[in-house]
């Protein structure tokens, strides 16, 4: 019998394993993970962060 789980508990795990997949990529070296140059920061500004429901 499958056990029943919440739509948070689902969303949560596979949260959980993307960031493993990313971090298995990084750690084989198929990922890598660098802060943005100057002139990409001026290219790709950050968004404004949107307000939570709730």
Same mark, same amino acid.
């Given at each position: 019998?499958?056990? #029943?789980?919440? *739509?948070? +508990? +689902?969303?949560? &795990?596979? !949260?959980?394993? %993307?960031? =493993?997949? #990313? &971090?298995? +990529?990084? %750690?084989?070296?198929?990922? *890598? *993970?660098?802060?943005?140059?100057?002139? =990409?920061?001026? %290219?790709?500004?950050? !968004?404004?962060?949107? +307000?939570?429901?709730?």
């Amino acid at each position: 019998m499958a056990t #029943v789980t919440s *739509v948070s +508990q +689902q969303r949560h &795990e596979r !949260r959980l394993a %993307k960031l =493993e997949d #990313v &971090e298995r +990529q990084i %750690k084989s070296g198929s990922l *890598v *993970v660098r802060q943005m140059t100057a002139a =990409e920061r001026a %290219k790709y500004p950050p !968004r404004p962060r949107s +307000q939570r429901r709730g």
